[in-house]
């Protein structure tokens, strides 16, 4: 470690232990490797950030502990005619500040969410009208028939309409124009804790919630939450008791943790899909030495790209077998996926290069991949990784790897060439990573991360079907056909699905979701 890194690395777990002595018998002190960027819940459509925020704001529907759909603001809802649902509110809920929660609350949010500067447009692009049939209930109506709409609609906030205006935060925070408001440093929502202090990329002080309407089942009173990028801080923070939780554990420091008498490691499947998409859409690439066209346009380079990575390779030596390969964006636990499909292409160099040469890149050519290199586990090692294999048939790849902070906003505004993303879909349904990775966008938010613009009309036909389909048997038939299209098209390079690691104190007992969620309100600590 070199010496600005161990000053670092000392600062950060100085302020630790003074933390540690100030903190509580009820405190539970948890670090990350990146920070929440904002705490507008409509500002990101990033899970660690929507994980921050779920603590503090609440939606109609929410989940349980098995992932299916729990009621949270709404207590229950139905559908009254194919295309419209109706939402029965939770009575006496009321916002942080005291402001009672109502319908007006609900009509105001899905339209802040579906405005300009939300990232969670996309999700709502079908909401054709959400409109108030009482103070306590409201109806959406969709553009079609959308039987999952419980589950699309589980991931979007509610915030108070009167605190909103009062503090200027009407709209969204645009994280691609680096815009902020009152939004961005302060919450006022329905959920079991409050925020008491945002420090951005410090810390972020939760308080339990006095007010709150339902049952907090575990014992914290208060979260501290800190980011701390150094993985070897991190786990040093753990093991010495400054910290009560930690993710994600190091998969090289598994070991490490479970061997130490205070902490051990709960691990679980995530399903979450790593994946690296290229532009598709320009006539020339933004960075890139090939001028005057774009080599992704052609499926053969996609596919050499696709062939010449080691991704067995990349599992052993980078995720310590930490990472399930996969040839899909959606990975098991999502409706839709199916061993059958997920098979990848083989690992051929020569195979790779024929490529390149038939697709006119005999030498290769030069093009820059970005990279965060805090937000999934290892990710700025599997782009070293990638851009190693692809050296071995003449890609010269730049790496550019940035935090997350950085990284996020500029490849959102499509700014790049070819990146690294990660996606959970949040429908826990492939329709969800159909809409969102693979449908052409467009300016209602449709495709909102096919963020290399790739587009087959065919696929999205086959997306509307597979949106409005009530059939389950012929639902899936129609995401089968979906995937092999996506497939032959070689439209992205699907990588991997990450493995869960978190590091857990001894005297904290909390629960593990699958969407690498969370949950302030189910975790409780020994005095």
């Given at each position: ?20 002595l ?64 109706r939402f ?16 007006d ?27 108030k ?61 409050r ?23 575990g ?55 790593i ?10 690439l ?24 080691d ?31 997920d098979k ?34 290892n ?26 902070g950085?990284?996020?906003?500029k ?24 809409s ?15 963020l ?13 079907k ?7 048997g ?10 092999t ?26 629960t ?16």
């Open positions: 470690m070199s010496l600005k890194k161990n000053v670092v690395a000392a600062a950060i777990l100085s302020v630790l232990a003074t933390a540690s100030m903190a509580g018998a009820q405190t539970i002190r948890i670090a990350n490797q990146g920070d929440a960027l904002s705490l507008d819940p409509h500002s990101l459509n990033e899970s660690l950030q929507l994980s921050v925020t779920s603590n503090a704001y609440e939606t109609l529907v929410g989940r349980n502990k098995d992932l299916s759909l729990a009621p949270l603001l709404a207590t229950s809802w139905k559908q009254t005619s194919p295309t419209v649902w029965e509110l939770r009575k006496g809920v009321q916002f942080h500040d005291g402001t009672p929660f109502t319908a609350d609900v009509v105001f949010s899905f339209a802040r969410a579906k405005g300009d500067g939300s990232d969670l447009k996309a999700t709502l692009s079908d909401i054709k009208e959400v409109r049939v009482g103070d306590l209930a409201v109806e959406i109506e969709t553009n079609g028939a959308f039987p999952i709409l419980p589950d699309v609609i589980s991931l979007t906030m509610m915030m108070s309409k009167k605190w909103c205006e009062e503090n200027g935060a009407a709209k969204p925070v645009d994280k691609r124009k680096g815009v902020e408001n009152t939004a961005s440093f302060k919450a006022n929502g329905t959920g079991p804790f925020v008491r202090e945002r420090q951005p990329d410090v810390r972020t002080v939760f308080t339990r919630n006095p007010t709150y309407w339902g049952k907090i089942e014992n914290a009173q208060e979260i501290i939450f800190t980011p701390i990028a150094n993985p070897s801080t991190r786990v040093a923070a753990l093991v010495s008791g400054q910290v009560d939780v930690m993710e994600p554990v190091p998969v090289q420091d598994i070991a490490r943790i479970t061997a130490s008498p205070n902490a051990r490691v709960i691990t679980g499947p995530e399903l979450r899909t994946f690296l998409g290229m532009d598709q859409k320009r006539d020339e933004l960075y890139s030495s090939v001028k005057g066209k774009n080599p992704f346009k052609d499926k053969r380079v996609r596919q050499a790209f696709y062939q010449a990575i991704i067995v390779g990349i599992q052993k030596t980078v995720m310590r077998g930490a990472s399930r390969p996969t040839a899909l964006l959606v990975g098991p636990g999502i409706n839709g996926w199916t061993e059958q499909q990848r292409l083989p690992f051929d160099v020569d195979a790779a290069k024929k490529l390149l040469t038939d697709a006119g890149y005999p030498n290769g050519f030069e093009v820059t991949m970005n990279c965060p290199n805090d937000r999934y586990v990710d700025g090692q599997i782009c070293q990784s990638v851009a190693s294999n692809l050296a071995k048939i003449g890609v010269k790849i730049n790496l550019a790897t940035e935090t997350k950085t990284y996020f906003p490849i959102l505004r499509r700014d790049t060439s070819f990146y690294l993303l990660g996606w959970t879909p949040t429908t826990y349904d492939s329709h969800n990573a159909l969102s990775l693979t449908a052409c966008p467009d300016d209602k938010g449709t495709g909102q991360f096919n290399g613009a790739y587009c087959n009309p065919k696929l999205d036909d086959l997306t509307k597979i949106q409005s389909e009530t059939d389950k012929k639902r899936n038939e129609l995401i089968k056909e979906a995937f299209i996506h497939a032959d098209d070689v439209a992205h390079l699907p990588l991997h699905q990450q493995s869960l690691a978190w590091g857990v104190s001894k005297k904290v007992e909390l593990q979701l699958a969407d690498n969620f969370m949950f302030f309100k189910w975790m409780s600590i020994k005095p």
